[in-house]
């Protein structure tokens, strides 16, 4: 069954950290270009970071030298390592390799995780 399942979200001062997890069932995510994107409520997804399949990343200029995107192969996992987090950044997080997951169709898209930065 194809799955996309992220983790790791929660609650957070200003100035602290999270890491994300998003575990994939069902297809490999080294093969593929993965990416994070993140979500407030009536806003439309934004791109946060990029893992290509051969290995380099990209980062949003707004998150950039503070979030680091990783793989790890072996689970099949991609992470988002968030430091030096700022209210801004809370939204729901979403992975999805690029282009996304089609199901039946349609995108298919995990349920996120949340993250809050409070001030």
């Known amino acids: 069954q194809v799955q996309l399942v992220e983790s790791g979200g929660g609650l957070v001062q200003a100035g602290g950290s999270l890491r994300l997890s998003c575990a994939a069932s069902?297809?490999?995510?080294?093969?593929?270009?993965m990416a994070w994107f993140r979500q407030d409520p009536g806003d439309q997804r934004e791109w946060v970071a990029t893992?290509?399949?051969?290995?380099?990343?990209y980062y949003a200029d707004s998150v950039k030298g503070r979030f680091t995107i990783s793989r790890d192969n072996a689970k099949n996992t991609v992470y988002l390592q968030m430091n030096t987090l700022k209210p801004e950044d809370t939204g729901i997080y979403y992975c999805?390799?690029?282009?996304?997951?089609?199901?039946?169709?349609?995108?298919?898209w995990g349920q996120g995780t949340q993250v809050t930065v409070s001030s």
């Open positions: 893992f290509r399949s051969a290995g380099s990343t």
């Open positions: 069902g297809w490999i995510i080294g093969l593929n270009t």
């Open positions: 999805n390799k690029v282009p996304p997951l089609r199901l039946a169709n349609n995108d298919y």
